[in-house]
């Protein structure tokens, strides 16, 4: 594999040479020639590994399955993942509590939690009434399963992901 790569780098790099020397020459008898060289080196640096190549029985599968091989040494940042998750999680916190807000309950404090994997995945959904302030006219509502009930709405979550502290 490095063998190919090392022949394509060649074949790029006396190309990038021609160009180079193409731009720098004035025009004449001189620059027809000196094209002419310069097109033979590619092709010379072209050629060069095709004997070697045909000799050892190039196979093609092998290429290919040499690369598979380089491509499964990357692996996912897990740390990375998980801490975009997490960014995640602490925005749904603020957009729940600002739905609960809205919808007359405000101080509450709400704490997303995911999972440490590649996809996004609540874990817990803490919800913090000690500061709670109620703005809105009800009467006789159990406040928990009413804020759960808009947990629940905001977040996606199941019910037993939902934890209350008072």
Do not use: H
């Given at each position: 594999?490095m063998?190919?790569?090392?022949?394509?780098m060649?074949?790029?790099?006396?190309?990038?040479?021609?160009?180079?020397?193409?731009?720098?020459?004035?025009?004449?008898?001189?620059?027809?020639?000196?094209?002419?060289?310069t097109?033979?080196?590619?092709?010379?640096?072209?050629?060069?590994?095709?004997?070697k190549?045909?000799?050892?029985?190039?196979?093609?599968d092998?290429?290919?399955?040499?690369?598979?091989?380089?491509?499964?040494?990357y692996?996912?940042?897990?740390?990375f993942?998980?801490?975009?998750?997490?960014?995640k999680?602490?925005?749904?916190?603020?957009?729940?509590?600002?739905?609960?807000?809205?919808?007359?309950?405000?101080?509450?404090?709400?704490?997303?939690?995911?999972?440490?994997?590649?996809?996004?995945k609540?874990?817990?959904?803490?919800?913090?009434?000690?500061?709670?302030v109620?703005?809105?006219?009800?009467?006789?509502?159990?406040?928990?399963?009413?804020i759960?009930?808009?947990?629940?709405?905001?977040?996606?979550?199941?019910?037993?992901?939902?934890?209350?502290l008072?």
């Open positions: 594999m063998n190919l790569y090392s022949w394509i060649g074949i790029v790099g006396a190309i990038c040479l021609t160009v180079l020397i193409d731009v720098m020459m004035q025009d004449g008898e001189t620059k027809k020639y000196v094209k002419g060289i097109a033979l080196i590619v092709l010379a640096v072209i050629i060069a590994p095709l004997p190549l045909l000799n050892e029985g190039f196979e093609f092998q290429t290919i399955q040499e690369y598979a091989n380089t491509a499964n040494e692996s996912l940042n897990n740390d993942i998980y801490a975009v998750n997490q960014e999680a602490d925005e749904l916190s603020i957009n729940s509590q600002y739905y609960l807000k809205q919808n007359g309950f405000e101080n509450v404090k709400i704490s997303c939690y995911v999972d440490y994997c590649s996809d996004f609540l874990r817990l959904v803490n919800v913090d009434l000690s500061q709670l109620i703005n809105k006219n009800v009467e006789n509502i159990n406040i928990n399963d009413e759960i009930q808009l947990v629940l709405k905001a977040t996606g979550a199941n019910k037993d992901q939902i934890v209350i008072n």
